[in-house]
């Protein structure tokens, strides 16, 4: 089974440009489980132009299905993380000031910092992530990070699958099959959406879990979020 996890970014980023609390993120995080999502995905940067540092503490509490947390593994991130304790940590190589992720770790360059930065967190019993492009060497370096699973960034995938959806998903399946080779469990996410979940998981069905943002609160805006989410459970069937 492939667990759905909401990334509620979006709904904290228009909530920040009016200041106040509308819409309330704690209530979105509750809303969408009760909707029928599996996990919650928040991913705070250094600047907290999106979730804030505040809402991961305020979130973790009401979840009842699987929290993750997405970020560069800095001081005060990895702190935050060791202090609420999600379900899963994902971490990512964002810079500072990055509109948003766009790329995965170099697994081999990183190595040293990566491994010790997993096994802190494997520590403290929380379940690790390493976000990684669709290449099968990075994958198979991030196994010896001593990482649980792996999350393949899918922009790429998504970017091509209007072009010629079979070549877009062809690196993906191979990063996919080296995953479970190697034994990792496999996560996606990045731009992934209505149109090209579906492709996405009938070519990769032993994927663990997608997080997804930015296009289904698009959706939501025009379907409602009880649909949306419905609606991307059923690309997963
Ligand atoms: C790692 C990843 O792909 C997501 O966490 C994504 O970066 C979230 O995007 P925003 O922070 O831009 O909403
Ligand atoms: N890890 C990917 C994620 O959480 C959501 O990415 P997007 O759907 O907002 O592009």
């Known amino acids: 089974m492939t667990k759905l996890s909401v990334n509620i970014n979006k709904v904290a ?65 990895i702190d935050l993380v060791l202090e609420v304790r999600p379900t899963q940590v994902t971490l990512v190589p964002d810079a500072d000031d990055q509109l948003t992720s766009n790329h995965g770790w170099d697994t081999k360059a990183n190595r040293a910092f990566l491994t010790d930065v997993i096994g802190r967190f494997k520590e403290a019993g929380i379940r690790t992530s390493i976000f990684v492009d669709a290449d099968q060497e990075m994958v198979a370096a991030a196994k010896e990070c001593g990482t649980d699973r792996v999350e393949l960034y899918t922009e790429p995938y998504a970017a091509g699958y209007m072009d010629d959806r079979a070549e877009a998903i062809r690196p993906f399946v191979e990063a996919a099959r080296t995953a479970r080779e190697v034994g990792l469990g496999l996560n996606a996410g990045h731009d992934l959406s209505l149109v090209n979940l579906h492709y996405f998981h009938e070519n990769i069905p032993w994927l663990d879990e997608v997080s ?24 997963l069937r």
């Not at 600047?47 to 305020?58: A, F, N, Q, T």
């Not at 997804?212 to 690309?235: F, N, R, S, V």
């Open 13 to 77: 980023t228009l909530r920040n440009s009016r200041g106040g609390n509308n819409p309330d993120v704690l209530q979105v995080a509750l809303d969408c489980e009760k909707f029928g999502a599996q996990g919650i995905t928040v991913h705070p940067r250094p600047d907290e132009r999106h979730i804030r540092y505040s809402d991961v503490r305020g979130i973790r509490p009401l979840v009842k299905t699987e929290m993750n947390i997405e970020g560069n593994p800095i001081p005060k991130y």
């Open 212 to 235: 997804i943002g930015h296009a289904l609160i698009c959706d939501a805006l025009y379907m409602g979020l009880h649909p949306t989410i419905q609606a991307y459970l059923k690309c």
